[in-house]
């Protein structure tokens, strides 16, 4: 039985209070993790408010090669983390190392810190006179984060904010807390200073005890959109900067000029990959027109051949939810949204347990006014929708919500930038199905999806976790001995 334990000014530190630790694939218990309270957030805070003292006069090139030598680590340690996450969260080994290693681009990313952080220079804006400005860090800045992504999401957030001059408190989900403390022994070994990088896991409890600390001064959040709302308007009312994002409904929208082979190909793998436990995930389809019947029949040949399984075998193509209580969720939806008049093509309901498993299902025929609809599923669980015209689709998914991502699968170029145009959400794919923006551009949805106004990652999250000066400088010439100046002629 594994017992994690805090990560706080580079060693570990116990608790008090603590939860259980589950496999989703086998349902049992894997180990305990400690629940952070006001103690040990004023320990993990105190300790990463003195690292800043000294953390934000290290040289900027000094900050570059711990990145450059974290990259590395995190390269070598792979197949570790991944095997850590799939462990805790139950994803197949091959979508967890694809999570190590799209959070290791952020890295890559802050490897350049020097070049994005660069300032502003205008000479002779009056005589004599400069002006310039550049970036300072905030201080402090927590991350708290979800269970799916337990690796790439904090990574979205420690590298830059350390990159920049900052002190991080990460509190990792209390579900998937194991991959958190590996990370933060590669820090180590990479030469970060202690106390730059810590892990206080916990709860609700734990959060809302670090979103309201006084010594906190940014908060990252990433979660479901109640909790990033709450959030929110906590850290707000704190003082405090904040980006929360929060959850998704994300629809690809298929025209009839499509490749529906390759359409249904890539909506498959957006839906069901990570059992549809993805922010980024398709978990609506919206058919227009005559590619409605050919493309739920190419969408249900594929979510019946999907291999379910434990992720640790290389035969799964799709592992378990992350819990009983997600399990009894998502199959009410599927459930609710039968008898609410859809019809249910594929019913992945009686997957081999023992594990919290669900095989992919996929609703044809739903209506916008469904629960299922309206509610986030968060599971392997596609919801078509028909829709006669592509400005149709476009008015459907702006009626919603959420705001996360979308995809349009067309071969009209017309079409494609009439859509990237018209729909109101922050990641747009065509002929793409999870149009995640690479690390060196921003991430973020729209509406609910998110509350703050920066992005995660690239220039936004340079710019969230540093504050901007603007200098306007003289510097009058000094007399000479004979009594004349030195400065040179004004014109
Ligand atoms: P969650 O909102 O339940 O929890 C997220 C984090 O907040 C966890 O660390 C949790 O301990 C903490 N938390 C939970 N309740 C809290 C409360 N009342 N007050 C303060 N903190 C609280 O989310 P989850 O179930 O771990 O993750 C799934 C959700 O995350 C989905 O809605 C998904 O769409 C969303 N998500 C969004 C993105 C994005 O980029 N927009 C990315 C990944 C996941």
Request: hydrophobic share 45%; charged share 20%.
């Amino acid at each position: 039985m594994r017992s994690i334990q805090h990560w706080i000014g580079g060693v570990p530190v116990g608790g008090s209070t603590s939860a259980a630790v589950h496999d989703p694939a086998t349902g049992l218990q894997s180990g305990e993790v400690v629940l952070g309270r006001r103690a040990e957030a004023d320990l993990a805070v105190g300790t990463a408010a003195r690292a800043f003292e000294s953390w934000s006069e290290v040289s900027l090139s000094r900050r570059a090669q711990i990145m450059f030598a974290l990259r590395d680590l995190l390269a070598r340690h792979e197949d570790e983390l991944a095997r850590l996450v799939t462990a805790e969260h139950g994803k197949v080994l091959d979508d967890a190392r694809g999570e190590v290693v799209r959070g290791r681009e952020v890295v890559e990313f802050a490897c350049g810190i020097a070049q994005v952080l660069k300032g502003e220079y205008s000479d002779q804006v009056s005589t004599g006179v400069d002006a310039f400005s550049f970036r300072q860090p905030l201080g402090v800045c927590a991350g708290i984060v979800p269970f799916n992504f337990p690796v790439m999401v904090p990574l979205w957030m420690h590298p830059i904010a350390i990159a920049c001059g900052n002190t991080f408190v990460l509190k990792p989900s209390e579900r998937v807390p194991s991959a958190s403390n590996l990370v933060a022994e590669l820090y180590a070994q990479a030469g970060l200073p202690d106390g730059v990088f810590n892990v206080l896991h916990g709860d609700r409890e734990t959060a809302d005890a670090l979103i309201t600390h006084p010594g906190v001064a940014a908060v990252s959040f990433v979660g479901s959109t109640p909790v990033a709302r709450h959030v929110h308007e906590a850290a707000s009312t704190a003082g405090k900067r904040v980006q929360a994002l929060g959850g998704a409904k994300n629809h690809a929208v298929v025209l009839p000029d499509a490749d529906l082979d390759l359409a249904a190909d890539q909506i498959t793998a957006a839906a069901y990959g990570s059992a549809g436990q993805r922010c980024m995930a398709v978990s609506v389809a919206v058919a227009v027109g005559s590619a409605a019947d050919p493309l739920v029949e190419r969408l249900a040949d594929r979510a019946r051949a999907i291999r379910v399984g434990p992720g640790t075998d290389p035969a799964s193509e799709m592992g378990p939810l992350i819990s009983e209580a997600a399990l009894e969720r998502v199959t009410g939806h599927v459930e609710d949204a039968e008898r609410a008049g859809a019809k249910l093509v594929v019913d992945g309901r009686g997957a081999a347990g023992p594990g919290f498993f669900l095989g992919p299902c996929l609703l044809d025929g739903v209506a916008t006014g469904m629960v299922a609809y309206q509610e986030e599923i968060f599971g392997p669980v596609l919801l078509v929708l028909r829709a006669e015209t592509l400005d149709e689709a476009i008015e459907l998914i702006n009626a919603n919500p959420y705001g996360n991502g979308t995809a349009l699968f067309t071969s009209s170029g017309e079409a494609a930038r009439r859509f990237q145009r018209a729909v109101h959400v922050g990641m747009i794919g065509v002929n793409v199905p999870i149009p995640v923006p690479m690390a060196f551009y921003s991430f973020g949805g729209w509406k609910s999806s998110l509350f703050g106004d920066t992005h995660v990652h690239g220039a936004e999250g340079v710019r969230f976790y540093t504050r901007a000066k603007a200098v306007t400088s003289r510097w009058p010439a000094p007399a000479v001995a004979d009594g004349t100046s030195s400065s040179p002629p004004s014109s």
